[in-house]
């Protein structure tokens, strides 16, 4: 399995942007898709951005699209979301995570392995 360390988080206002990283551990990071997941206090943990293994397919909820850009560099074992046009809405826990063979499906049993996550709070 891999190791997976995300940073970036912060409070931001609306309207604003951030990046959020997730460092990965292991030589095996290309193997694997990747995945951003967010979770608000007292909802379920959701699917915000998904990221094929050579960066070359990603997939978005809905909510996010057009607004959040995911990507990877495999030589620096690392995923991004950037984050611009931040909503309140937005504010949540948001988790990296390493997909398994369904890792296009949004669901968070596609994917195995997961970091602490970090916190993004967008004031109004």
């Known amino acids: 399995q891999v190791q997976l360390v995300e940073s970036g988080g912060g409070l931001v206002q609306a309207g604003g942007s951030l990046r959020l990283s997730c460092a990965a551990s292991?030589?095996?990071?290309?193997?694997?898709?990747m995945g951003w997941f967010r979770q608000a206090p007292g909802k379920e943990r959701e699917f915000v951005a998904a990221?094929?293994?050579?960066?070359?397919?990603?997939y978005y909820a809905d909510s996010v699209k057009g607004r959040f850009t995911i990507s990877r560099d495999n030589a620096k074992n690392t995923l991004y979301l950037q984050m611009n046009s931040l909503k309140p809405e937005d504010t949540a826990v948001y988790y990296c995570?390493?997909?398994?063979?369904?890792?296009?499906?949004?669901?968070?049993?596609?994917?195995?392995?997961w970091g602490q996550g970090t916190q993004v709070t967008v004031s109004s």
């Open positions: 990221i094929g293994m050579s960066g070359g397919t990603t």
């Open positions: 995570a390493a997909g398994g063979s369904s890792w296009y499906k949004p669901e968070t049993y596609n994917y195995d392995s």
């Open positions: 292991g030589r095996t990071f290309s193997r694997y898709a």
